[in-house]
């Protein structure tokens, strides 16, 4: 009898360590898996991992009272959702009382990418005083410029908890080598910069001007902005990256719509991602001696029409100021300014 008390309580104890075991090891995958271990804890996290920082719950402040939703009445003029049922986001659809008063508990962060290389630093002052007046206006935001003309960068005010960040970098000779480096500083801000202290992050023209709120509606996962050049086209004249050789190709028959690459944004962690494959891709298709058609565009719309944007903004947020506006645009809030690109670009 005591023989088989013994053999049942060393049964109970091996079980009793297995489960030990298994409880230690799944408690630091859950660490590991969110770039959260011991090391990461205490110094960050490595620097090609971004802290996963989903925030699902949509909480909006109890008794807020606005304006009822309904099935039945709304814009009937476009198309408010894509077919893998992602929002496209036009004037009219969102309320922007409510989705305010669900962001600002959150006290997010969100950062925005310019560049002013060459004869382009002459759009910054406009670019950053718009911006002050129209995006994510009482939210915490931080722009960051690179420029190879760091002292010509224009003192513009901002306000409380908005900043803005100059970093240097190198001038070229061909505007095609500054629009593909992009992809790169991007990335590398996100690694080395952002990923402890910012939570999206919008990558923008600096030839653009804000004319109309551009705020917490635009967030998302993965958030891409439809062409306004092309978005009443058949996808056959979209200029896509046409060669089977890049690495940015989409075949005749694919891709959704045209996205620009001159607004794109999202999550860190997302936006981290895109950057970092539209990088190694357009390095490896560098290698061969390719060159996409429309450089880091022509990357950015392979990628995502793989890998879906989760929210599309419609061309209210970056249309063209040489275009006169169709009628389904009751807004601009974005536009890129009227320019001589002969004038500033260093090469045709």
Not at 37 to 43: G, I, L, V
Not at 124 to 139: C, I, M, P, Q, R
Not at 193 to 203: E, G, K, S, V
Not at 331 to 337: C, D, E, L, N
Request: charged share 20%.
């Amino acid at each position: 009898m005591q023989l088989i008390n013994s053999k049942v309580m060393t049964v109970i104890l091996l079980s009793l360590l297995l489960l030990g075991v298994l409880y230690c090891y799944l408690y630091q995958s859950r660490f590991v898996s969110f770039g959260l271990n011991d090391a990461s804890r205490e110094n960050g996290p490595p620097a090609d991992v971004i802290p996963v920082s989903y925030e699902l719950h949509l909480v909006a402040p109890d008794h807020l009272q606005y304006k009822q939703p309904s099935l039945t009445q709304g814009r009937t003029d476009v198309v408010t959702v894509t077919p893998w049922l992602a929002p496209i986001v036009w004037e009219g659809c969102f309320n922007p009382v409510l989705l305010d008063s669900i962001y600002k508990p959150k006290n997010i962060t969100v950062a925005a990418t310019v560049f002013a290389v060459g004869k382009y630093i002459m759009f910054l002052k406009d670019f950053l005083e718009t911006a002050e007046k129209h995006f994510f206006v009482g939210f915490k935001v931080h722009i960051y410029v690179f420029t190879d003309r760091p002292t010509e960068v224009p003192q513009v005010k901002m306000a409380a908890g908005r900043q803005m960040t100059v970093h240097s970098v190198p001038s070229s000779n061909r505007w095609q080598e500054i629009s593909a480096r992009r992809m790169e500083l991007i990335q590398m801000l996100t690694e080395d910069l952002l990923r402890n202290h910012t939570d999206y992050i919008f990558c923008l023209d600096v030839d653009s001007r804000f004319h109309g709120r551009w705020g917490t509606e635009s967030l998302g996962a993965l958030v891409a902005v439809v062409h306004p050049g092309y978005y009443r086209d058949d996808r056959s004249r979209f200029p896509y990256e046409r060669r089977t050789v890049s690495r940015a190709y989409v075949g005749p028959g694919e891709g959704d719509f045209y996205y620009c690459g001159g607004a794109f944004g999202g999550l860190l962690q997302e936006v981290h991602l895109l950057a970092k494959t539209c990088r190694s891709n357009f390095e490896a298709d560098a290698r061969e001696g390719i060159e996409a058609a429309w450089q880091e565009e022509s990357h950015l719309n392979r990628y995502m029409w793989i890998n879906k944007p989760s929210k599309v903004l419609s061309p209210e947020y970056l249309w063209q100021d040489f275009k006169p506006r169709n009628g389904e645009l009751h807004i601009i809030r974005f536009s890129g300014v009227v320019k001589n690109y002969a004038a500033i670009r260093p090469n045709p």
